[in-house]
């Protein structure tokens, strides 16, 4: 029963229904931004108190404390970055929110006139914010379905419950440093998933040619991946336009 929890939970991974901001009711906030290296200025607690006026739900970077319904469904969280888009005279910011898929849903800027950077940046970021919609979740169905699936499955006899967790069982990779799960979405795709992740590792995507595949990273990177000896190879794209072998062994 655990197995196929995990096993649904991977599979709406790829479920992002929500199209809207306001359809979402959970929202990860880092607790410092990558455009702000030196000095979050207060980005984070600025930004995480202005979202739950606006009835979200703040939860951590960790998935481990994530609540259950949004660990059953990752793709009920957006993720928020503020990017630092200052010119000469003022503070500016942009307030990006992303689905589960690295997608952005919206992208707001905000600037302001203040020249002390704590306050003008904290200022430019409400102002971005005056966009952002009263959260108001919506049901989705297909989750509810998925759900309702793991609730009979508990119904049934241990026997039953066995053989349908073996065969859901999804396969693992690791190249010894990060293990991750294969969830075979349909006949022509599959994802690589990490449990203490909110968005997958890579989207494995198929081409005309047999066991090499069109591939998205987790970063937003498209790249190619293949089986090579039945280990998954995933070519990791450089800073220098050259590419790094990653070798993915499958662990029995």
């Known amino acids: 029963m655990k197995k196929l929890s995990v096993l649904i939970s991977s599979f709406c991974v790829m479920l992002s229904y929500a199209q809207k901001v306001s359809d979402y009711k959970y929202v990860v906030v880092p607790s410092a931004f990558e455009s702000f290296k030196k000095d979050n200025y207060g980005l984070s607690a600025f930004l995480t108190k202005n979202l739950k006026s606006k009835q979200y739900t703040i939860i951590s970077e960790n998935r481990g404390q994530w609540p259950e319904e949004a660990n059953v469904n990752p793709c009920s969280v ?3 970055n503020v990017l630092n888009d200052s010119g000469f005279l003022r503070n500016k910011v942009i307030l990006e929110l992303k689905d589960c898929n690295s997608k952005v849903v919206s992208s707001e800027k905000g600037s302001s ?3 002390e950077f704590e306050e003008g940046f904290q200022d430019a970021l409400s102002k971005a914010l005056i966009n952002i ?3 108001r979740p919506v049901e989705n169905p297909t ?3 998925e759900v309702q699936v793991v609730k009979e499955t508990t119904q049934e006899t241990p026997k039953v419950s066995e053989q349908k967790s073996q065969t859901s069982k999804a396969e693992k990779y690791s190249n010894g440093k990060l293990s991750l799960q294969k969830i075979q979405i349909d006949a022509a795709q599959f ?9 997958p590792f890579a989207t494995f995507k198929e081409t005309t040619k047999k066991d090499v595949f069109r591939v998205k990273l987790g970063s937003g990177e498209s790249t190619t991946g293949y089986y090579e000896n039945g280990n998954l190879v995933i070519e990791i794209p450089k800073s220098n336009d050259e590419y790094s072998k990653e070798v993915f062994a499958p662990v029995k």
């Open 78 to 80: 957006l993720n928020a």
């Open 113 to 115: 006139s203040i020249k």
């Open 133 to 135: 919609p009263i959260s």
């Open 143 to 145: 989750l509810k379905q």
């Open 191 to 199: 994802i690589l998933v990490d449990g203490n992740s909110s968005v």
